[in-house]
């Protein structure tokens, strides 16, 4: 589930990240423990993926 906080961030995103950032949904909806995206539970109802070495979903 997303909140409107992540599409308001994700609007801002420039556009080579976004492009990114649906790659690495395409891995992470196949395999949710990609290595690559080091997803790991962040707090009870928060997960991390990451995107780039940089940016980070939460």
């Known amino acids: 589930m997303t909140t409107s ?3 308001e961030a994700y609007a801002v995103l420039p556009p080579k990240i976004k492009v990114q950032a649906k790659k690495a949904y395409q891995l ?3 395999n949710q ?3 690559s995206l080091h997803f ?3 707090a009870d109802d ?3 993926v ?3 070495a940089n ?3 939460l």
């Open 5 to 7: 906080d992540f599409w």
């Open 28 to 30: 992470w909806k196949n």
């Open 33 to 35: 423990f990609y290595p």
């Open 40 to 42: 790991k539970k962040v």
């Open 46 to 48: 928060l997960w991390s």
């Open 50 to 52: 990451r995107i780039t």
């Open 55 to 57: 940016p980070k979903v």
